[in-house]
């Protein structure tokens, strides 16, 4: 049936121009040709298409039967096959091609990752062809190409182990391949030196392109480097996209240093941001200096400090992504920390805002983070930023940190830095005025004191607390009370007034407490009465159940312990001051 | 200064808050006499020596002053020649401090090999655009940018930067100060205004090593 229709429009249409098909020829045309090849006939079809009386109403009408032919060769289904694709191969020879383009790009929308993955592997060979033969007004057509299939390869799941992007099941990495193929002809075709309006336009959507690839999928897969995986398609994916931006003259250390640079005036119709995307240019340092990639074409002449900063402010931008991220974050901190002498990066470097909010948000990673591994992550990149900083300005970040971190773990850990740099200026050669001299004092004061007085919960600043002790009692070992280099001595009565009979008062006051506790609890723990607990906790829909009476005896008792070390340090430092100052 | 000065001052007004010391030092520096003023060590800058001198001690000179009545013109001309020789010695170590530079001898060296047109010198935070090649000690280059056969020759461009910043090692920021446009130079640089004892690994610099740079200066904004 539908065949007769098909071959009745082909013949009513054989002898007359095409300006003279009417819609309905067209409909027909379009309807009958389809249904012939969802039923099967492509033979038939094959024959009309190649027959050399039809070629006007091909050229014309041809294009609308792309759907259903490309549905065959998705599905590929054996019998239809070859004749489909004879169809194919004929068509896009003789159709226009921007009805061809429109037919091509309508079929790569799909849904389920499999289909996503053939469809791009089919079309993308025969979507060069055509934007090939559109000569030199393809660059909208290019771009709407570009932005399509880009989009349809963020679909993809991402490979993240080695063995993943071997195997390569959704075929992203065979996607990123064939896509570095298609826009070869594209990038060799602009010729930097002879830029007319369109091939500046094409530059502009090549370029747009490459930073689309950054951000996605460059900047959330992590890349394996040459001795973990010796061939890796996704590695060579962002090489090439690399190349691609040097030949199409984008300098990679001005996209890289972008952030300090002042914006040059842009030639094209795209914002300043838009053209630059941040996360673009971060993924970009990323693969430049923990990559290494393009690293032959990569200058050898910039400051190490220069780079960091740079650096910082991409660092600080991927702060502000998923957490996901923060192994590239912590990555690219890290190698621009690395390439920087210790003790060389001066104190009015802190006065950029951007590497205190770095510094911030390590913090914000170090502490609430709920991986771990990442946990340790930005412990390691914070202690490293730390012993980067000269002197002065160690001392600026200590004071900073200790005002504003609002966490007694990070606190504890920041005691403990200032007590290895008063220790390091201890030693013959290396005094200074900032961990030894007239400075020291006011930061000894804001450490050894307790945040609240005798109320301070003992539990809760534990990590605090314990440091500032174990600087005191360093303190009162190490410095002779004849020498006095830090001042501690003649310090001493203050900090017995603020900080250690503050202590005292409230170790006594919480071991009276929580000993009062225990006693109550092992008392009704004996009298077997169920105490109806007065708080309860629920966690979703559920409550939790309330804690046995074990355990609450054994974190009592665990309470308890934690107080007699505490308490254990002080009677140290009161049995060392005691002794020196009755000498 | 013929007329012999007046004691314009009585103790009380002198040991009082009201009068500054800079006033006294002022007048007893125009008034005495400049051996008078070197044993009372009121010599000098008046903020320098307020500095120094107690308000005692120039109440005491004061009155020294008018006591031993040696003021300005009344010594014999051989103090007067030493006090020639003594302004001219004071002048030579300003001059001399803003030379030297804290750090020693600059940590390179500059060969010209082709001269420029000795006119246009890059200031601080201008942008220069150069051709180079950097090698090591050993003759290994590591890096450069001007285009051979090999690379694709619309690719190569001059490294354009802002020179005097930071923003690159110190040894160029140094050395392109100190060029002019068109020259080309041969420049070694010690590690130290370098990449010191880090080096760039993935650029083939070792640790500690001195860098020779052959440079050609194009253009400067």
Not at chain 1, 10 to 20: E, I, L, N, T
Not at chain 1, 258 to 273: A, D, I, T, V, Y
Request: hydrophobic share 40%.
């Amino acid at each position: 049936m539908a065949l007769e229709q098909l071959s009745d429009v082909v013949q009513r249409c054989q002898a007359r121009p095409d300006d003279s098909y009417t819609t309905e020829d067209h409909d027909v045309f379009t309807i009958a040709g389809r249904t012939c090849i969802e039923e099967g006939n492509s033979v038939q079809v094959l024959s009309i298409i190649l027959d050399e009386k039809n070629q006007e109403i091909v050229r014309s009408m041809g294009w609308n039967l792309l759907p259903p032919l490309i549905q065959v060769l998705l599905k590929k289904d054996n019998k239809n096959l070859p004749q489909c694709l004879a169809i194919f191969n004929h068509l896009l020879e003789t159709c226009r091609p921007k009805e061809l383009l429109i037919g091509l790009l309508e079929q790569l929308e799909q849904d389920d990752p499999d289909t996503i993955a053939e469809s791009v592997h089919l079309l993308l060979n025969p979507l060069q062809k055509v934007l090939l033969c559109l000569g030199s007004r393809k660059a909208s057509s290019l771009g709407m190409t570009l932005s399509s299939v880009l989009d349809q390869v963020a679909k993809l799941p991402l490979p993240h182990t080695k063995d993943q992007e071997e195997d390569d099941v959704f075929s992203l990495c065979r996607c990123c391949t064939e896509l570095i193929a298609f826009i070869r002809p594209f990038v060799q075709e602009v010729r930097l030196d002879l830029l007319n309006s369109e091939e500046l336009n094409q530059c502009v959507i090549l370029f747009c392109s490459c930073m689309k690839t950054l951000s996605h999928p460059l900047l959330e897969v992590q890349l394996k480097d040459p001795d973990t995986l010796a061939v890796s398609p996704l590695r060579n994916f962002a090489t090439e996209i690399l190349n691609t931006l040097s030949a199409i003259g984008e300098s990679l250390t001005s996209l890289v240093y972008q952030p300090l640079l002042k914006r040059k005036q842009l030639p094209g119709f795209l914002e300043e941001e838009v053209r630059y995307p941040k996360e673009s240019l971060a993924s970009l340092a990323h693969l430049v200096f923990v990559h290494h990639l393009a690293a032959d074409t990569f200058p050898s002449v910039y400051n190490p400090v220069f780079c960091l900063r740079c650096n910082m402010e991409h660092t600080c931008l991927l702060f502000l992504m998923s957490v996901c991220v923060f192994p590239i974050t912590q990555e690219l901190y890290e190698k621009s920390l690395v390439r920087v002498v210790d003790g060389s990066l001066p104190a009015d470097l802190l006065e950029i805002k951007t590497f205190l909010t770095v510094s911030q948000n390590l913090v914000k990673v170090m502490t609430i983070c709920p991986r771990h591994d990442l946990r340790i992550k930005g412990l390691k990149v914070f202690q490293l930023s730390i012993d980067k900083f000269d002197t002065e300005a160690k001392y600026n970040f200590f004071q900073y940190m200790l005002k504003t971190s609002g966490h007694s773990g990070v606190e504890g850990y920041i005691i403990k830095n200032i007590k290895n740099q008063i220790d390091l200026a201890l030693q013959p050669g290396n005094s200074n005025t900032w961990f030894e001299g007239v400075h020291l004092l006011p930061l000894l004061r804001k450490v050894l004191s307790l945040p609240d007085g005798p109320e301070t919960d003992l539990l809760q600043y534990l990590d605090r607390v314990m440091e500032s002790l174990n600087l005191l009692r360093y303190l009162v070992i190490r410095d002779k009370v004849t020498e006095n280099q830090t001042g501690i001595w003649t310090e001493l009565y203050k900090i017995e007034d603020t900080f250690m009979k503050p202590l005292r008062v409230g170790l006594n006051m919480s071991r009276a407490h929580y000993e009062r506790e225990l006693h109550n609890t092992m008392e009704s723990k004996k009298d077997k009465a169920k105490e109806e607990s007065m708080l309860s906790v629920s966690v979703g829909d559920e409550k939790l159940p309330n804690m046995t009476s074990q355990s609450q005896i054994q974190a009592l008792h665990s309470a308890l312990h934690t107080f007699d070390m505490i308490e254990s340090v002080l009677v140290r430092i009161e049995e060392l001051t005691d002794v020196r100052e009755n000498l | 200064m013929a007329a012999v000065p007046t004691r314009d001052w009585s103790d009380e007004q002198l040991k009082s808050d009201d009068l500054p010391k800079k006033d006294i030092i002022k007048f007893i520096q125009d008034n005495a006499a400049h051996s008078f003023l070197n044993e009372h060590k009121l010599l000098g800058n008046i903020k320098n020596v307020a500095k120094t001198a107690k308000k005692e001690q120039l109440i005491i000179a004061y009155n020294q002053l008018f006591e031993s009545k040696r003021f300005k013109g009344t010594e014999p001309v051989e103090e007067v020649t030493e006090q020639v020789k003594a302004v001219k010695i004071e002048e030579k170590p300003k001059e001399v401090k803003t030379e030297v530079v804290d750090e020693g001898p600059p940590k390179y060296t500059k060969s010209v090999l082709k001269k420029g047109d000795k006119t246009n010198f890059p200031k601080k935070g201008e942008t220069v655009s150069c051709w180079y090649t950097g090698t090591l000690e050993d003759g290994t280059v590591f890096d450069t940018n001007i285009p051979t056969a090999a690379r694709k020759k619309k690719q190569a461009k001059p490294l354009s930067f802002k020179v005097g910043l930071g923003r690159v090692i110190r040894g160029w920021d140094e050395a392109l100060l100190t060029m002019s446009k068109g020259e080309t130079a041969r420049v070694e640089i010690e590690s130290e205004w370098a990449y010191g004892k880090k080096g760039l690994p993935e650029s083939k610099i070792p640790p500690n090593a001195k860098l020779i740079f052959e440079v050609e200066l194009v253009a400067v904004d």
